[in-house]
């Protein structure tokens, strides 16, 4: 069977077969539209038995893999790591996009559990909204710094509370306060809190849509501890879909709580795994410190500490636990929405 992998970029889009020996076989460049998809599959057809690689880069792939997958095509996608691996000990030096399709279709022989590319779900929205809901909080703070600048250039004897500049009353007293001034200064800082007011009534919105789209994504998971639905909602967008871990592991690898081994002959040893998922990693980390509070992560916490662990080291291990924890409901929310579909098309039969 050919492999054949692709290098997507924004302008276009470059393939390359090779057999099962990893010798090229053809290649091809189409534009990035769905036109030039479509001519893309009408080429692999004219090569045989084939299946297609792409590097997973899914801003760039996006609609590339939803033209394919409608067409039938079978899509595996090539972590960019992977790729660099294999072109950094081809024979053939330098880097062009027919290397790169080189090495992601000689990457996909090499790897035999690579990721299937599936059409996206909800997940994608609710990571959408969560991404949005986040640019528009880094947005009001750079918007309230400026704020807080001006309203002590008008009149330094006000205090604000720290976080206090997204209540409406604070914010309700700031525009009288500027409405009392004249000038440039007070014209701008008007501005500034009609801007944070908007902004503010905005983020609420999106946090309680938020809220009402996680809890009918994964209630099992809110259940869990110190998850909010603003933690979960992080962790449900980032998974993208918990069917792609086989188990607790790998999804520990992916979020970055499984340490790293680091050993030689009876010497065992493990380090920090400063990779994986980072945004992940600190929602998990979120969830381990509410826990420290009390009940069974503080205890879990203290019992490792008495075998010799640093606290550093017993919370890293609390949220490597709190990881399977969150896998397993996961895959329970997974398997009750899978039913509830069935349920529905057996009615609508």
């Not at 340490?259 to 945004?279: C, D, F, T």
């Not at 008495?306 to 291990?317: F, M, Q, V, W």
Request: glycine share 6%; with cysteine; charged share 30%.
């Amino acid at each position: 069977m050919l492999v054949l992998g692709i290098d997507a970029h924004k302008r276009t889009h470059t393939a390359v077969a090779v057999d099962e020996h990893g010798r090229r076989v053809d290649s091809k460049t189409v534009p990035a539209t769905s036109a030039g998809n479509l001519e893309l599959v009408r080429w692999a057809g004219h090569l045989g038995e084939h299946r297609f690689a792409v590097e997973d880069c899914r801003h760039l792939s996006r609609r590339l893999e939803r033209d394919l997958l409608a067409a039938g095509e079978t899509l595996v996608r090539v972590h960019p790591k992977l790729m660099a691996q294999v072109r950094r000990s081809a024979r053939e030096q330098g880097k062009s996009d027919p290397i790169d399709a080189t090495s992601i279709a000689r990457a996909a022989q090499r790897e035999d559990d690579l990721p299937t590319a599936s059409l996206d779900g909800p997940e994608r929205d609710l990571r959408l909204l969560v991404d949005h809901r986040e640019d528009l909080v880094n947005e009001r703070t750079r918007t309230q710094n400026r704020l807080h600048w001006h309203i002590h250039e008008l009149d330094p004897s006000i205090e604000l509370a720290p976080g206090s500049l997204d209540r409406y009353k604070v914010l309700d007293h700031l525009a009288a306060v500027c409405a009392d001034h004249e000038g440039t200064v007070a014209e701008i800082a008007a501005e500034l809190v009609e801007r944070v007011r908007d902004s503010t009534a905005r983020i609420k919105q999106l946090e309680r849509r938020i809220a009402h789209m996680v809890g009918d994504l994964a209630p099992t998971l809110l259940e869990l501890r110190g998850c909010g639905a603003l933690t979960a909602a992080k962790i449900v967008g980032e998974t993208a879909g918990v069917q792609r871990f086989s188990d607790p592991a790998k999804f520990a690898r992916f979020n970055g709580t499984a340490p790293i081994p680091v050993w030689s002959s009876n010497n065992v040893k493990v380090r920090l795994n400063r990779g994986g998922n980072r945004q992940m990693n600190a929602a998990l980390h979120r969830i381990a410190i509410t826990q420290l509070r009390g009940g069974q992560g503080k205890e879990y916490v203290e019992r490792r500490m008495t075998l010799g662990n640093t606290k550093t080291e017993a919370i890293r291990a609390l949220r490597r636990k709190i990881s399977d924890q969150v896998y397993r409901r996961l895959e329970a929310d997974q398997l009750a929405r899978d039913a509830s579909s069935s349920t529905c098309e057996l009615v609508a039969a």
